[in-house]
């Protein structure tokens, strides 16, 4: 697996999938910690991240911004042509990008990629076209576990978090 793009859902992938307002109407986002140890490592090998998703919210665009992801694109209702015409302009081809969703609007764009990965919690459809299932509910390190898993396949984890934190694995 020679993954150098990997495209990554937010609602149900890397939150709980509840929505939380605030008394000002202020959407609100529990993210995972846990996650940043899988989207540090993904850059280390030289993985790009794109994070992809259907709703805008300020809380993604800041937890993104510490995630250093490199393309963050919110408000997209139509994931399969937007990450079509985004492979094209970028000449990448099936077997470089890899998609990590939850739900029924991330089936479209998973056909374009050559790896799909999936929290345990996902529904029916995006389970039966994962390569990989995480045994991780979205939003509790989901991310951090396929993505541990894609660089355990090519060899890569334990170089890239020794690279990162510093430490043996």
């Known amino acids: 697996m020679n993954i150098k793009l ?3 859902d937010v609602d149900g992938t890397m939150t709980d999938a509840g929505l939380y307002y605030d008394e000002h109407g202020n959407e609100l986002k529990k993210f995972c910690t846990k996650d940043a140890a899988g989207f540090f490592a993904a850059h280390k090998v030289g993985i790009e991240i794109m994070v ?3 709703r805008e919210c300020v809380a993604t665009t800041r937890r993104m911004k510490e995630m250093k992801v ?3 694109f919110q408000n997209i209702k139509n994931k399969a042509d937007f ?4 492979m094209s302009k970028k000449g990448l081809k099936k077997q ?3 998609y990590i969703g ?3 609007n991330d089936v479209p764009p998973m056909s374009l990629v050559g790896f799909i990965g999936c929290p345990s919690d996902s529904c029916t459809e995006i389970k039966e076209i994962a390569n990989y299932i995480s045994n991780v509910k979205g939003g509790y390190g989901a991310v951090r576990d396929i993505v541990e898993h894609m660089l355990r396949e090519s060899h890569q984890w334990e170089n890239a978090i020794s690279d990162v934190y510093g430490i043996g694995v």
Do not use: Q, R, S
Request: charged share 25%; net charge negative; proline share 0%.
């Open 52 to 54: 992809l998703t259907g």
């Open 83 to 86: 990450l079509k015409n985004f």
């Open 6 to 8: 990997l495209v990554i």
């Open 102 to 104: 939850d739900d029924l």
């Open 70 to 72: 490199e393309y963050l």
């Open 96 to 98: 470089d990008v890899g």
